[in-house]
């Protein structure tokens, strides 16, 4: 499984929850497994948890980056999981390159956002890269 693979499929895991906050991490796998949609891999795994247990931080540095007198409330939920991945992906990873991380937000939003998305999820991770540089 390539590692933009298991990027879509933390994607579906953190959106998933967003929905079904009840059901744990483990139990939103076994019901994709179930349904063969997918085996979770160990990235997958690995970046979904790890985006679920820091979501409070992640959503802290997604809303010092927005512009306009923008909220969090206002960010469609398909985007707000794209985001958070992304900047769990950019803090918690060193070894992936901080541009990859964003290209595979973009593709995300591309594919599963609304058409605007894609736009305003890269605009809002280059001014995170910006920050983190700044301060990293």
């Known amino acids: 499984m390539t590692r933009k693979e298991a990027r879509e499929q933390a994607f579906i895991i953190v959106f998933e929850k967003e929905f079904n906050s009840e059901y744990t991490l483990d139990e939103i796998i076994d019901a994709a497994r179930d349904a063969e949609l997918f085996e979770a891999d160990d990235f997958a795994r690995t970046l979904s948890e790890k985006t679920l ?31 958070r991945l992304a900047v769990c992906e950019m803090l918690e990873f060193p070894d992936i390159p901080v541009s990859v991380s964003i290209n595979e937000a973009v593709e995300l939003a591309k594919t599963y956002a609304a058409e605007e998305d894609s736009s305003f999820v890269n605009g809002l991770l280059a001014s995170v890269s910006r920050g983190q540089t700044a301060n990293g």
Do not use: F, P, Q, T
Request: proline share 0%; net charge positive; no cysteine.
């Open 53 to 83: 247990s820091e979501l409070d931080k992640l959503d802290e540095v997604i809303a010092a980056n927005l512009k306009n007198g923008w909220k969090l409330s206002r960010i469609s939920k398909v985007a707000l999981a794209i985001l």
